[in-house]
């Protein structure tokens, strides 16, 4: 079959963006309708709490769309992975509802996929719309990552790609609960293409993302693609007892020579502290990784849906 008879899905993430909403779902279709293609648009609301689902039973008189929302909020990822989980076109498309994704690159994504790449992400140029703190948390968690994993995630891509559906395939068979996206796409490979953009400004309102998350996300990111952490504990224990004994060994020698010197309480102090820190630090490593493996055990549905319209294979 000709790509052009295909049918492409656009899935896009939504969390309480009752005032852009609407104006982006008229962009998106009126951009969809000249790429030439049969197309269809999954919004995956992630439990919005404001006007949002109202705003777009009143879009779907519009335009026609497959609205499916959460019972609460699950977070962007749990809602991309239920776009892919009910996509049905050949290829399907991610971006954000927020306009900061430019609708001129989906006819560049589709030319490279047209030209046989499985996979077209967009990384973004610069990232100078962030804050300073913000760019060198980024920069360290890719470098750390490119490091620990054996996997390469392409630094300042993000969510924003089209995926073909053997791809789409791939990542259903993932299981774990620890979604972290970025990592997933480059985990299962296939030919994979990069394409270059600006990040937009956001259209309204502030990202739903804060430090905590941020962090989290990027501990996810560790967590879940490498034992490395572990690893480095172990080495450290090894490295600091050899320590311990060479330590050892020198109080006896100047001892025997010396004699024995009054004891400086501070250095106790010091190193029963620091040490100490150092032991919860390892514990709270350790207990990462049996946070997310209590998290997996226990099974759960990735998300769970309250509404879903224009799905009639609702089997989530
Ligand atoms: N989003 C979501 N669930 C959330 C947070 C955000 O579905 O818990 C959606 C949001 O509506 C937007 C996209 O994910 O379409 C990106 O969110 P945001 O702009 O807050 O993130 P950033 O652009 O900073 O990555
Ligand atoms: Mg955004």
Not at 185 to 209: C, D, I, L, N
Not at 217 to 242: E, Q, Y
Request: one cysteine or more; aromatic letters at 12%.
């Amino acid at each position: 079959m000709p790509k052009s008879a295909a049918l492409l899905s656009c899935v896009v993430p939504v969390y309480n963006e009752e005032a852009v909403i609407a104006s982006f779902l008229k962009a998106l279709n009126a951009t969809l309708q000249t790429l030439g293609y049969a197309y269809e648009i999954l919004v995956i609301d992630d439990g919005s709490t404001d006007n949002t689902p109202q705003v777009i039973e009143e879009i779907r008189k519009e335009i026609p769309l497959r609205y499916l929302r959460f019972s609460r909020n699950f977070g962007k990822e749990k809602a991309l992975s239920a776009g892919l989980d009910f996509a049905r076109g050949k290829a399907v498309i991610l971006l954000d509802a927020d306009f900061q994704h430019p609708l001129e690159l989906l006819s560049q994504f589709i030319k490279e996929w047209e030209a046989g790449y499985d996979m077209v992400y967009a990384v973004r140029t610069d990232r100078r719309g962030e804050s300073f703190i913000k760019r060198c948390c980024a920069k360290t968690f890719y470098q750390l990552t490119s490091k620990m994993n054996r996997i390469h995630i392409p630094p300042n891509a993000g969510d924003f790609r089209l995926l073909d559906q053997k791809i789409v395939r791939a990542i259903q068979q993932l299981p774990e609960r620890n979604r972290f996206m970025k990592g997933l796409y480059s985990w299962v490979g296939f030919k994979q293409k990069a394409v270059e953009f600006e990040v937009q400004p956001r259209a309204h309102g502030t990202s739903q993302w804060h430090f905590y998350s941020l962090l989290d996300l990027a501990i996810t990111g560790i967590t879940s693609f490498t034992a490395f952490p572990l690893r480095m504990i172990a080495l450290g224990g090894i490295g600091v007892a050899s320590f311990a004994i060479i330590y050892a060994a020198w109080i006896i020698v100047s001892t025997l020579l010396f004699g024995i010197k009054t004891p400086g309480w501070a250095t106790i102090v010091t190193t029963i502290t620091f040490f100490g820190g150092l032991q919860l630090f390892a514990l709270g490593v350790v207990g990462e990784y049996i946070g997310r493996v209590f998290d997996e055990v226990k099974g759960r549905p990735h998300y769970i849906i309250d509404e879903a319209l224009s799905f009639d294979d609702t089997q989530a």
